[in-house]
């Protein structure tokens, strides 16, 4: 299986700030079949980023997404309050379809 | 819109079976790989397979052989049995359906139902 390795763990930052999370496969992701999902507290996650660079419906384009093969990034401008919150790379080119471990962006 | 509603018991007793369905209202309930994805407490994300309208199954490797997805398209309705629970199941169970038929992220969500499993 594709293994999903996100760093950093943890991004404490402020508003206003940007933030540049990273998420490595084990194996090439063809096809760019990666996603990114935000997650609050008690809630589902919500997807941001397909296609390793698309954004979802209603997503602000203050959310990027870049990369290719094994490395991808996920970069969020001017951070508002809104968008603190738990960020989950996920590939969906091969099954079983794995998800990275998280990274938490925090103020 | 499409909306995902799911329900289940929510606790449970090792050894037993868990149980859970979800009814999709809104879109085309055919054409798309209908999936079930669980969240341990505190944890990330595991996807646990899916199922299309046909009944054709992809199952995570680490669950599959307890692990039985069935769909119901005259109900517009997929349900997940996970057999011989033990605590280590006790998560938040989300369905889903993903943005398109073909090769496409989840984009479609269920309300989450926590599931434990105690004695």
């Known amino acids: 299986e594709i293994v999903l390795t996100q760093s950093p763990g943890v991004l404490s930052l402020s508003p206003g700030e940007s933030a540049t999370l990273s998420c490595r496969a084990s194996?090439?992701?063809?096809?760019?079949?990666l996603a990114w999902y935000q997650q609050k507290p008690g809630q589902a996650p919500r997807l941001v980023i397909y296609?390793?660079?698309s954004r979802a419906a209603g997503i602000p384009d203050r959310f990027s997404g870049s990369g290719s093969g094994t490395d991808f990034t996920l970069t969020l401008s001017r951070l508002e309050p809104e968008d603190f919150a738990v960020y989950y790379c996920q590939q969906y080119d091969r099954s079983p379809r794995t998800f990275g471990q998280g990274t938490k962006v925090q103020i | 819109q499409v909306q995902l509603q799911q329900w289940g018991a929510g606790l449970l007793k090792p050894s037993e079976t868990l149980s859970l369905t979800c009814t999709v209202s809104?879109?085309?309930?055919?054409?798309?790989?209908w999936t079930w994805i669980r969240q341990s407490p505190g944890k990330g994300l595991e996807w646990i397979g899916e199922i299309n309208s046909s009944g054709n199954t992809n199952y995570n490797p680490s669950l599959k052989s307890r692990v039985i997805m069935s769909i119901d398209t005259s109900k517009s309705q997929f349900s997940l049995n996970l057999t011989s629970v033990s605590a280590a199941d006790t998560a938040v169970y989300y369905c889903a359906r993903p943005r398109l038929a073909v090769r496409s992220p989840l984009a479609y969500w269920g309300q989450g139902t926590l599931v434990s499993v105690s004695s």
């Open positions: 194996q090439t992701v063809t096809n760019n079949f």
């Open positions: 296609g390793a660079s």
């Open positions: 809104g879109g085309f309930f055919s054409g798309y790989y």
